[in-house]
């Protein structure tokens, strides 16, 4: 199963130019993971930065810079492995890091109707990060966005309108969107969710308790 | 602007590179820092921070001393791979984030299908040929690039510093990408 729904080349580019907030950089880095075709575009927006540093207009290098790192340089060489635990993983790095491990370990936080999630702690105060488990055939409480909401699915899979995420797949939804994913009946759907402002949810009801569950 | 005399200097970049990975090549280091140690200083000045430049400068090509073995040539040029540890580094400095990325060596990681890869990546390793399509973009376009990839500016940034909408920002973006990738290759579709 490959992935359908891909990033947009805004948030590709934004990564690949450093210029994209941490909570925002975790759906990209880990749908990259996943999805090999994004992978490549990544990697053009990456040899634009290079192009853009050949650019620059450089005067010569000064002679004490040259020195002090030559200082600084030392024999011994950083090697290419990185500690696989080699077990089958469901969360892809660099996720699991931010998680604490795999999905197996989470300690899910109850919101009501079954669903929950988990909130995942990033230097970025711009964004909001979690988890979500939506149980199998239920939907995420109906919700419009401050702004911008990009949804990774991780395990199962959820219908928006006529339209399927599974493994992989990204939604992009902005502002003027108000969505109702609902998690399709075979499986507890797991997603990463990041928001840019708290969700506005269209129930007063849910309004009045959001703030208590701190959705 | 001097763009390179197709790709012909940096695919020397590369090979200098190379050779500081395989047997720690002083002299190779010397002339790679000769080139980029300037271009980096100018691209950490320009972020706004309070860290040095030059302090910037130096982590970053200690960096490429150290990494070096770890270059991959069938990814990408040597100025792409250097791009992407000074951005890092500034990241680390300016924002005090973490920068999260992949790892290829994960078991949840999906390879790539290596046939189309490796026919993908050999355009845009000539980093002349990438200049070239950079000097062909409208103004309005090439300034919100330069915007994202030199000022270290969000999205929303740029919008509020240009005084444009949210929108005209992320589809300038996205036209350029699409305009880049046409010329340069790397995608499929």
Redesign the interface.
Known sequence: MSVIHHL???L???YA??????GW??A???H??????C???A???????????????????EEK??Q???A???????????R?????????????D?VGGDLDGVRWQALGKGASQLRIK???RATQVRLLRIPAGKPVPEHTHGGRELTLVLTGSFRDGDTIFAR?DIEDADASLTHQPIATPEADCICLAVTDAPLRFSSWIVRVVQPILGI | MTALPDGQADKSMTELLLAVGRSQDIDAFETLFRYYAPRIKAYMSRGGGSASAEELMQETMVAVWKKAALYDASKGAASTWIFSIARNLRIDAYRRERRPEFDPNDPAFVPDEAPAADVAMAAFQDAGRVQRALLSLPADQATVLKMSYFEDQSQSAIAAALDLPLGTVKSRMRLAFDKLRALIGGDPS
Do not use: F, H
Not at chain 1, 43 to 61: F, I, K
Not at chain 1, 72 to 82: I, N, P, Q, V
Not at chain 1, 84 to 96: H, K, W, Y
């Open positions: 947009n080349d805004d590709l580019v934004s130019a450093g210029a994209l907030s941490e950089s975790i990209v880095a880990t990259l993971a996943l999805c090999p075709d992978r490549r575009r990697a053009v927006a990456d040899a634009v930065g290079g192009a853009m540093l050949d650019d620059l207009d450089a005067a010569p290098s810079s040259w002090a790192v030559r600084r340089l030392t024999s011994g060489s950083e090697s290419g492995k990185s696989s635990t080699g077990r089958p993983q469901t969360l892809p790095q660099p996720l699991r931010y990033t230097a970025d992989g």
